[in-house]
């Protein structure tokens, strides 16, 4: 069982980007899922979550620009990022709790880069 995040990339200020996290090996269902950032030289934090009923929440310097959603169907999660500002450079982890034989864990994906040029 593993998260594997896609999407990231060199974009202009103002442009956007939009990041998927697939989860794959034998999963049979996703709960809450989450995107995190790590900027260099930063704690990484959360920027936006959405739970298994599909509520989400997102931190306060990307309301309004970013959307999470999910699939359930094909066990992936998504950040859609627009007006995308250099200050929004940073590694992107998704992170979510994936139940696989009855169990529930919590797992990370291994990151992509987002650099937004001024």
């Known amino acids: 069982v593993q998260l594997q995040a896609s999407g990231g990339g060199l974009v202009q200020a103002g442009g956007s980007l939009r990041l998927s996290c697939a989860a794959s090996?034998?999963?049979?269902?996703?709960?809450?899922m989450a995107w995190y950032r790590q900027a260099p030289g930063k704690q990484r934090e959360l920027v936006a979550h959405?739970?298994?009923?599909?509520?989400?929440n997102y931190a306060d310097f990307v309301k309004g620009r970013f959307t999470i959603s999910r699939d359930n169907a094909k066990n992936t999660v998504y950040l859609q990022m627009n007006s995308l500002k250099p200050e929004d450079t940073a590694v992107y982890y998704c992170?979510?709790?994936?139940?696989?034989?009855?169990?529930?864990?919590?797992?990370w994906g291994q990151g992509t880069l987002v650099t937004v040029s001024s």
């Open positions: 959405i739970t298994s009923g599909g509520s989400m």
């Open positions: 090996g034998r999963i049979s269902g996703m709960n809450r």
């Open positions: 992170n979510g709790d994936l139940v696989s034989a009855g169990w529930q864990a919590n797992y």
